[in-house]
């Protein structure tokens, strides 16, 4: 098993430009999770999907923030336009019922 | 709402000295359950264990050890003989069990093991 596959690894990108971050989710898990890390919030929880629906999506910061799972193998967070304080390390893991939580690699997203 | 307190920021020991990790929590759920999480400098999220609510039993492997008390909502961490290798961030974890449950993880506590 490859475990959770996120790219890009790292993401530089001028300010207002778009950003998409990808993930493939461990094959067989049912839910779908985006954290962001930064040194001042932590690991701080964005939205999170069941069976590709979102069930949750009050941690997403604003507006310019979007997140999509069109199947169970695929999920997408695009972020349009870019600020600087949308810099940080993001994080997608999968579950199987809640009961096991696998983290991928992380993206490092810099807005400069 | 869940909630997961780490309130050691960080931590300095020196190798082979023993240090233990806090963590408490708040939960409404009588079933839930405890995660505990390294960070090593390289930045990926390691799994270290899960506890189940219903399963109070301290569990030991190799040089880390659990302690899961019910009665004051904590889940604490010990590293015996520590290793600089075991120098990372150390977040604890809740997730309330169901079909799709969000983690919430504290703070976390920097672990530094010096020579």
Redesign the interface.
Known sequence: DAGVIQSPRHEVTEMGQEVTLRCKPISGH??L?WYRQTMMR??E?LI???NNVP??DSGMPEDRFSAKMPNASFSTLKIQPSEPRDSA?Y?C?S?L???????G??T?LTVV | AQKVTQAQTEISVVEKEDVTLDCVYETRDTTY?L?W?KQPPS???V?LI?RNSFDEQNEISGRYSWNFQKSTSSFNFTITASQVVDSAVY?CAL???????????G??TRLQVTL
């Open positions: 049912n839910s999770f932590g690991l929880l999170y999907f069941n069930i949750d390390v994080f893991a579950s019922g809640g009961r096991g939580y696998t983290f690699s992380g490092r | 359950y995660f999480y930045g990926e999220l799994f899960r977040f997730s309330e069990t169901g079909t799709a449950s969000k983690l919430t993880f703070t976390g």
